[in-house]
C-alpha cells in the first residue's frame, strides 16, 4: 500500500523540518517546500500524488490562501488545511478548508497529524497508525 502524501508548505525550516519528520514517523510519506512557487512544482512535477497540503496562510509573497484558491481549482482533490497565527488569517481560512481552520502556530504536531488522518478518513485515503 502506498503511504499517503502530505506537502508541507512552510518558510521557516525550524517549523518545516520537525514537522515533517514527525509526521513521517506517523507512516506519511511527505514533501517539503518553502514557499508557494515550490508547492506548485510538487503538486504538478512532485515524485507522488499529494493527498493533503498544509500551508501557512500567512506565507510571504503569494501567501497560503492563494495556494489554497489554486489547489481547489487545480487538485480538487486533495485536501486543505492552512494555518496561521492570526484571527483574521483563520476565519478566510474556513471558507478555502473542508472543515475549516482549526490550527495556529506554533504547531501541536499531534494535532497535525490528527487533522490530516480525519480528511484523508473522509475521503476513504487513511494511514491508519
Known amino acids: 500500500?502506498?503511504?499517503?502524501?502530505?506537502?508541507?508548505?512552510?518558510a521557516d525550516i525550524l517549523i518545516r523540518h520537525p514537522l515533517a519528520e514527525y509526521?513521517?514517523?506517523?507512516?506519511?510519506t511527505v514533501l517539503e517546500a518553502s514557499n508557494t512557487a515550490d508547492a506548485r512544482k510538487?503538486?504538478?512535477?512532485?515524485p507522488q500524488a499529494v493527498d493533503a497540503v498544509l500551508a501557512d496562510a500567512d506565507a510571504p509573497a503569494e501567501g497560503g490562501f492563494a495556494l489554497a484558491a489554486f489547489i481547489r481549482?487545480?487538485?480538487?482533490?486533495?485536501?486543505?488545511i492552512l494555518a496561521g497565527s492570526v484571527a483574521k488569517a483563520a476565519a478566510s481560512a474556513g471558507?478555502?478548508?473542508e472543515q475549516g481552520p482549526a490550527l495556529?502556530?506554533?504547531?501541536?504536531?499531534?494535532?497535525v497529524h490528527?487533522?490530516?488522518?480525519r480528511l484523508?478518513?473522509?475521503?476513504?485515503?487513511?494511514n491508519d497508525q
Open 95 to 97: 471558507e478555502l478548508c
Open 114 to 117: 490528527d487533522r490530516i488522518r
Open 73 to 80: 481549482a487545480n487538485h480538487p482533490d486533495v485536501q486543505v
Open 42 to 46: 510538487l503538486l504538478a512535477e512532485g
Open 23 to 28: 509526521l513521517r514517523a506517523c507512516g506519511y
Open 1 to 10: 500500500m502506498i503511504e499517503p502524501c502530505v506537502l508541507v508548505v512552510e
Open 104 to 111: 495556529t502556530k506554533p504547531y501541536d504536531h499531534r494535532l
Open 120 to 126: 484523508l478518513a473522509a475521503r476513504g485515503r487513511n
